[in-house]
Nanobody, 120 residues
Framework: QVQLVESGGGLVQPGGSLRLSCAVS????????MAWYHQPPGKERKMVAA???????NYRDSVKGRFTISRNNAKDTLYLEMNNLQPEDTAVYYC??????????????WGKGTLVNVSS
């Protein structure tokens, strides 16, 4: 089992910055990949950024150059550094962990989310 708890959300002005954190506990080293998703009001959840155990990262086009995903060396914290935030970034942000075997299958774990509100 994996437990995920997000923090760091809040109200920020357009053009501002924010860093989200996700505290990871449980079977940490069973995790193969982690990601941040967001869900704007009334819209479906979308992946924003992902990072593999090997350190490879992928980003949604709309956040490339503005957001950075990372994990600490102990692998118990996932971060999302967000710069030049825009109103369209307003959403609930969710921490995600995937536990599985490539080519076989796996299980997704989710935090409860943290709200980011970009508004003047």
């Amino acid at each position: 089992q994996v437990q995920l708890v997000e923090s760091g959300g809040g109200l920020v002005q357009p053009g501002g910055s924010l860093r989200l954190s996700c505290a990871v506990s449980g079977s940490i080293f069973s995790i193969n990949m982690m990601a941040w998703y967001h869900q704007p009001p009334g819209k479906e959840r979308k992946m924003v950024a992902a990072i593999t155990n090997g350190g490879n990262t992928n980003y949604r086009d709309s956040v490339k150059g503005r957001f950075t995903i990372s994990r600490n060396n102990a692998k118990d914290t996932l971060y999302l550094e967000m710069n030049n935030l825009q109103p369209e970034d307003t959403a609930v942000y969710y921490c995600n962990a995937w536990v599985g075997q490539l080519g076989v299958g796996g299980v997704d774990y989710w935090g409860k989310g943290t709200l980011v509100n970009v508004s003047s």
